[in-house]
């Protein structure tokens, strides 16, 4: 891949590959593991435990986020921002929600090529940030917008006037994306830099959630720490030195989920 940010999808594609397979009961994915020679060999072998598993915490959360956005809503959208090779609609699997992925041509052909594409969902290839694809989707439904390690690539001038183009494009609508905090971005471009230091660096941070929602002039649905089901639902399973992490992650803030009503 050529774009310095597409090759970074390898990083959450691995750990959800190591979570399915070492944690099946907080996180599986059944069609991911057909995936595995896709990844190269440094993705997988670089990151401990406690870095594979912050970087799958946040689709057992975006998941419960989903499922409740139907529940509620019934027959909706999906917009998988940046989707890499996630394969949420796989997961979701329900009748009601159109799923649709957006990423960039290069990526969109790597995933026709390695993965199948659900009866739910389309994939879009383009820049989100041109909001071109808009017109590919049903805007009088409502729209659960998901971005998962995707916008701490850009910088926060970029992510504001993104959620203004979303706010003017989309009439019910909600943004779930994941951020840390201007440490949190160092940590995180200091792991990055160990698999591989061409990858692309990141920017975009929130320091203060309620602050960002209101520069967005967007209502703070939820605010989730990254481990707060991790920690319960895995508890001695995990390493102690992991455990301690996590704990530490959440008391002090530093990877979390935004719910963005928009709209
Ligand atoms: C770290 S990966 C995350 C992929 C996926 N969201 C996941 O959680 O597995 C970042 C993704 O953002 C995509 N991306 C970067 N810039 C983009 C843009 N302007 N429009 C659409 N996708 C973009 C990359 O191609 C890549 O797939």
New binding site residues.
Partial sequence: ?Q?A??K??F???AA?LYATQKFPEYFHDDVILRLREKIPENFMKISSEYEMLASAA??HETDLMIREFISAHGVCNVV???????TLAFRIDDGQAKVYG???P??ISFRVDSLPVHKNETLIA?????MQWVERIQRDLPTIF?????FM??ETAKILNFVADLKKNFNNAELVFDATTRWGIHCANFYVSRIDKDLAKMHFFVQNPEEFARRCDCKLARFAHFFTTAREMLRKKTKFSTRLLMAFVDTFDLAFLLRLKIS
Avoid: K, Q
């Avoid at 998901?146 to 995707?150: A, F, I, K, L, Y």
């Fill in positions: 891949m774009n940010i597409a970074t999808l990083i959450p594609l959800r946040r689709y998988n921002l940046g989707c890499g090779l996630e957006i990423d960039l290069e990526v383009g820049d989100m940030f041109d998901v971005s998962n390690g995707v690539y850009f």
